[in-house]
């Protein structure tokens, strides 16, 4: 390949990779065919596989034979435990689920919440309270955050509807996340959880990001009798 012909790969990939990133490109989206490209960029169809196949590396893309190209799901695993969506899992469990929208509201992020979000004092953040239920009993509050700027989208949500997790996983593509797993007793999460104060709780909290910007960040709590944690490990290779 020669140096121009490298260049414009490296064209094509930042191309198509910022589509992704910005949200313009949600997931499952089909990703121009490899004919398409190469006319719009002008150039051969190894430029263009070299490219598609770097996104497909990085996890941005899924290619599959005689269907196309098509912007990837995010994987809802993280390399220490599974978090998948809670409506799935409750399904998966064989139980009823039920999901309450408490509140939301737009309103300028707190201090600390700025501060965790890394945004700017009195940027606007969209605040969510939401209740998962299990089986007809509370199984998770969820209390999140998702800063507009990074995505605009969440504003025209109907999250009475679909939890903001669920949304998320499907519209808004992220590349990093970290979470915090602590125990705690309900306090506040009591009367909402339908537990006494002292009860212990299993409290997850996530932050997820896309290309350097801060997506969400959501403090899940869950009765501890109602959730438990499993990973399976191999030994790591040296």
Known sequence: MSAAEDSLHRR????????????EWPPGHKVPAEHELMAAYGCSRMTVSKALGALADAGLIVRRRRAGSFVAHPKIHSAVLDIPDIAAEVTARGQAYGYELMSRALRPAREAEAEALDLDPGAEVLALRCLHRAGGRPFALEERLINVAAAPQALDADFAETPPGTWLLHHVPWTEAEHRISAASAGP???????????????LERKTWRAGDRITQVRLTFPGEAYDLVARFTPSRT
Request: hydrophobic share 50%; glycine share 8%; proline share 4%.
């Open 12 to 23: 094509i990939r930042a191309d198509v990779q910022g589509r992704i990133l910005s949200g």
């Open 189 to 203: 999460a009591a009367r909402v959880l339908d537990v006494p104060a002292t009860t212990a709780c299993l409290v």
